[in-house]
């Protein structure tokens, strides 16, 4: 079992970039792939995208013109970039391993949206 | 997108009683190819992160206790917790991985009555 760590700002200004990072322990990010899991306040988990250590990428189609998962092999670390951001992009965000099924997750990290 | 369903917000059961919690998908995430439910169950406690309790609709995790089961096909499926204990109260989401995007219900609180 690994462990999973978001960080980042935890909050953003209406238009600009939200960026968090998610570091693992406990075991390599080149085995497996690694996602980005979100929720509103109030609301449900919704799927954001995944990486694989080779780079290969898949976003929610809600979201793809706008998300970036990136991954540093060398660091033990992947990364969240979402663009354009607006009050609807307000959630606590989770990274977690897995592609489909999500079999170990960070606490998750709350993110606002406010000027 | 396939929407998931958890008709209840919450349910309050009595330690020792059975708790059901049901999950309704708009599409069937049964597979004919190999004949599989994509459909997963997961808790989530105050302060910890999600734990994936159940997948493959019926499989439990590693270290998943043996009240929790999974059942349902096609479109229906239940999480059952056959006696209630202190620490199951959580939050509980069932997932479809069936396709993409895979999506999540909007969750069931499970409460002690």
């Known amino acids: 079992q690994v462990q999973l760590q978001e960080s980042g700002p935890g909050l953003v200004k209406p238009s600009e970039t939200l960026s968090l990072s998610c570091t693992v322990s406990?075991?390599?990010?080149?085995?497996?792939?690694w996602t980005w899991i979100r929720q509103p306040p109030g609301k449900g988990l919704e799927w954001i995208g995944y990486i694989y250590a080779s780079g290969s990428t898949d976003y929610n189609p809600s979201l793809k013109t706008r998300v970036t998962i990136s991954v540093d092999t060398s660091k033990n670390q992947f990364s969240l970039r979402l663009n354009s951001v607006t009050a609807a992009d307000t959630a606590v965000y989770y990274c977690a391993r897995g592609q489909w099924l999500f079999e170990d997750w960070g606490r998750g990290t709350l993110v606002t949206v406010s000027s | 997108d396939i929407v998931m369903t958890q008709p209840s917000d919450s349910l309050a059961v009595s330690l020792g009683e059975r708790a059901t919690i049901n999950c309704k998908s708009s599409r069937s995430v049964l597979s004919i190819s190999n004949n599989k439910n994509y459909l997963a169950w997961y808790q989530h406690k105050p302060g910890q992160p999600p734990k994936l309790l159940i997948y493959?609709?019926?499989t439990r995790e590693s270290g998943v206790p043996d009240r929790f089961s999974g059942s349902g096909s096609g479109t229906d499926f239940t999480l059952t917790i056959s006696s209630l204990q202190a620490e199951d109260v959580a939050v509980y989401y069932c997932?479809?991985?069936?396709?993409?995007?895979?999506?999540f219900g909007q969750g069931t609180r499970v409460e002690i009555k």
């Open positions: 997932q479809q991985y069936y396709s993409i995007p895979g999506t």
């Open positions: 493959w609709a019926s």
């Open positions: 406990g075991g390599s990010i080149n085995r497996y792939y």
